[in-house]
């Protein structure tokens, strides 16, 4: 089953201040029972803090069918792309028997890689996860942000099924890519991850959105301008000879 994108904006009340000297991190976990977790509601309380100190941001929950390395749209139009492993996995129930499930829909990211990418078209603040089923073979996430920061999790093996999400908001230092990859490169234990946000200052929300233009979308705008511009001087001359 083919899920739509999630790519609708989401307009948050700022409750947290966005100019902070270092970075804000949010953390919440739900341990395991080897089944599907239908409720998990200290990740739940993570992605509301987190959600609720971004300005704006847009989400991404995978579609099946979506291959690594091939352009994809994870933060609204045009807004990233993905690359490096992993594959988009569809579940509509239960788990995919090692205890990897979606948070929202039926599909999800499964990683069997050291990692993947996401690289954006404009500046971010802030980026939020769910991730699913991570830890519970020793293994651990490693986040690392092009502006220099890093950050790891879980801090101790999870039961197999856990759910966490992890978010970061950065202000001070905006960032225009994602690394997710392991702590141990040759520990391929497979992390399953759900409803990638990105979050924005409201000044780079129109560039990171925005599609790129098409040539001949250009050349007309130019056009355009180019008769508004001589119809104006038109005007102006007709108005001053009747003076």
């Known amino acids: 089953m083919t899920r739509s994108l999630l790519g609708s904006l989401v307009a948050s009340l700022l409750t947290v201040g966005v100019a902070h000297a270092s970075p804000i991190t949010f953390f919440g976990q739900d341990p395991g029972t080897g089944a599907r977790l239908e409720t998990h509601s200290a990740a739940d309380a993570a992605r509301d803090s987190f959600l609720a100190g ?4 847009a989400t991404q929950s995978f579609p099946d069918g979506f291959e690594a390395g091939q352009p994809g749209p994870i933060a609204g139009p045009a807004g990233a792309t993905l690359s490096g492993g992993g594959k988009s996995a569809d579940l509509a129930t239960g788990t995919d028997g090692s205890g990897g ?12 890689d050291p990692g993947f990418n996401v690289k954006l078209t404009g500046l971010a603040i802030g980026i939020g996860f769910y991730g699913i089923d991570i830890g519970d073979a020793g ?13 790891t999790m879980p801090s101790t093996p999870a039961p197999n099924g856990s759910v966490f999400y992890f978010g970061v908001i950065d202000a001070a230092n905006p960032f ?12 391929l234990e497979r992390f399953n991850f759900d409803d990638i946000t990105i979050g924005y200052a409201e000044q780079d929300l129109a560039l990171a959105l925005a599609p790129t233009p098409e040539p001949g979308t250009l050349l007309l705008l130019g056009s355009s301008l180019a008769g508004i511009g001589s119809a104006l001087w038109r005007r102006r001359r ?5 003076d």
């Not at 971004?54 to 941001?57: A, E, G, K, L, R």
């Not at 499930?101 to 069997?112: C, E, K, T, V």
């Not at 293994?139 to 950050?151: E, K, P, Y």
């Open 176 to 187: 225009n890519q994602i690394t997710f990859g392991r702590t141990d490169p040759a520990n």
């Open 101 to 112: 499930f979606p948070i929202s829909g039926s599909a999800y990211w499964q990683l069997d």
């Open 238 to 242: 007709a108005a001053a000879a009747a």
């Open 139 to 151: 293994g651990q996430l490693q986040i690392t942000l092009s502006n220099g920061s890093t950050f």
């Open 54 to 57: 971004v300005p704006w941001s």
